[in-house]
């Protein structure tokens, strides 16, 4: 039985990775926080009907002792490091947290699997925010990066720590390049799951209106399940190399918000309120990703249509809502 390790298992992506992998047969650990196992029903939300096939390991991401001591428990056979620091808005608030717990987290994983487990297959999340301001559309693994944000940079820098220890120290590092991917998991913080959930609240009757910003940014947006399947066939290739997972369709933020509103048979315009609050400094307007190569080379390909995904986040954010009036 193979057995893997998970970074930021109670995330949306953990939580569907540690699903697929479950049901591939694998023994499944995961690294959570202190707090997160003490408030479990409202912190691991995601995981809470997996948890007792999990071995959960309370550590600190960015504290290479104690993932040291959890690569040494474990030994794991794949790594999969998704614990990061992801909001982008935030990093304007604390460029020191998001630096640290994404390049720090990244070097303190990479380090101890290189002492402990050499023969460790790692997969490290890379994000589309590290090509930026991007010269050329749409953007595959030879396109140069360009990061506009803190978030982009710390990703970058730790990508390329990732593919130092691929080169020079012969880890087999994989780096997926993931686009924006959303599903009914995603946190309430980004603009998919902030629509969803108050188109859901508007329905019931609990809220009147939606403050945004820029609803003309276009964004290439995926469904999250898709996505981890990818990450798991890096890590079954013969080789190490780098992948760009992205659905290649531009939709904008105004698109997100027709097609939920329409789910519940409201016109989006009449409660919509601009917040400029909400604007970002230097965004990144649109970034479009071509994932021919993981197409070709790991059969990959995303099941769900923009539509199809829209509808599944407003009808799962309706019947959360229900359940708990
Ligand atoms: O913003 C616009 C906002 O916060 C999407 C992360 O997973 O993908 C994600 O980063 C767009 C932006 O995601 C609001 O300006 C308008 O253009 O959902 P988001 P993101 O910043 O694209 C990348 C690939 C990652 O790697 C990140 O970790 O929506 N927008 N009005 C708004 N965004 C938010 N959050 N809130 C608004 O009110």
Known sequence: MKRALITGINGQDGSYLAELLLTLGYEVHGIVRREAIEDASHRLVNILHLIDKLKLHVGAVDNHLSIYKIVANVRPDECYHLAASSFVSYTFDDEASVLSNNFTATHALLASVKELSPHCRVYFA?????????????????????????????????????????????????????????????????????????????????????????????????????????????????????????????????????????????????????????FRPGEVVSLCGDSSKARHTLGWQPTKSFKQMVKEMVLTDIEHLERNQ
């Open 126 to 278: 890379g994000s589309s925010e590290m090509f930026g301001n991007a010269r050329f559309s749409p953007q595959n693994e030879s396109t140069p990066f360009n990061p506009r944000s803190v978030y982009g940079i710390s990703k970058l820098a730790a990508f390329h720590l990732a593919r130092n220890y691929r080169e020079h120290h012969k880890l087999f590092v994989a780096a997926g390049i993931l686009y924006n991917h959303e599903s009914p998991r995603r946190g309430y913080q980004f603009v998919t799951r902030k629509i969803s959930t108050t188109v859901a609240k508007i329905h019931l009757g609990l809220a009147d209106r939606l403050e945004l910003g820029n609803i003309d940014a276009l964004r290439d947006w995926g469904y999250a399940p898709d996505y981890v399947v990818a990450m798991h066939a890096m890590l079954q290739q013969e080789k190490p190399e780098d992948y760009v997972i992205a659905t290649g369709v531009l939709h904008s933020v105004r698109d997100f918000l027709s097609e939920a509103f329409s789910v519940v048979g409201l016109d989006y315009e009449a409660y919509i309120h601009t917040n400029l609050d909400h």
